[in-house]
Each structure stands twice: as structure tokens, then as C-alpha cells.
């Protein structure tokens, strides 16, 4: 099985903590976050792409799906909220996934302003049997 879920959250993570020293960034659905900002983020969905299947291999392309969740709290929370989503939008799309989803999300207690973003890509294994890092992008047909 191709598995980059940690090496994408480490890149995305990495840039978020070095942008806002306060943030916080999990690798999974956090319902109630203790401090703000927060980011979740985690990989929704990994199958094999069956066109990218060889004579030796099954598992030569995988499409994964990746959801992430910002939740901001601060008087200015709604701005606060897009512009965390503009920079993960500018983090993903540079790691060649393709945004299917940009959404806000109501949430229970209404002081939180909750914004849903969802990512796809194309992962190919190289020869060498590793997972690549480059993600190539495979558009609906």
C-alpha cells in the first residue's frame, strides 16, 4: 500500500507552525478543539487507481483523498478562518492536489467559525518500490 499520509501532513503542518507559532495541527478529526486556531487534517480515502495497474503490480497508483477542518474563534473569525484555508489551499495546491471542496460548515457552538476543505490526487510508486512524493493530478473524465 502507498502510504504518504505523514509525510503530506508534515510538509502542511510544517508551514502552518512556522507561519502561526499558536496554531494547532492534528493528523485527525479533533470534534472540540482546546485552542484556536486549529487545524485538522487527515487522509480520508486511499484505493487503487485500476488504470495504473501493470503485469507486476496492483498498487502502482493509489487516489487519495485528503479532509481538512480549520476552526478559528476570534472576533475576526470568519477572515481569520478564509485566510487559514487560502494558505492550505496555496500548501496543497503546490503539492499538485487538486481542491474538490471548500466549504463552511456550521458549527454548535457559534463562536467557532468551522471552514471543510477536501483535497484529491494521483500517488505513483517508482521503480524502486517507494512511494513517490510528487503527486500527479487525474481529473474526472
Not at 478562518?81 to 487560502?86: M, S
Amino acid at each position: 500500500m502507498i502510504d504518504l499520509e505523514n509525510t503530506i501532513f508534515d510538509r502542511v503542518a510544517t508551514q502552518l507552525r512556522t507561519n502561526h507559532p499558536d496554531i494547532k495541527v492534528y493528523g485527525e478529526y479533533v470534534a472540540e478543539p482546546a485552542s484556536f486556531p486549529c487545524v485538522n487534517m487527515w487522509e480520508s480515502s486511499n484505493s487503487v487507481w485500476a488504470e495504473g495497474e501493470s503485469n507486476t503490480s496492483l498498487d502502482d497508483y493509489v487516489n487519495v483523498t485528503y479532509t481538512i477542518q480549520v476552526f478559528t474563534n476570534t472576533p475576526t473569525k470568519k477572515a481569520d478562518g478564509k485566510a487559514l484555508a487560502n494558505e492550505i489551499d496555496g500548501i496543497m495546491l503546490g503539492l499538485r492536489f487538486r481542491r474538490t471542496l471548500l466549504q463552511q460548515v456550521p458549527n454548535i457552538d457559534r463562536t467557532i467559525y468551522r471552514i471543510e476543505l477536501r483535497y484529491s490526487g494521483l500517488i505513483k510508486r517508482t521503480d524502486f518500490g517507494d512511494a513517490d512524493t510528487t503527486i500527479f493530478n487525474i481529473y474526472p473524465r
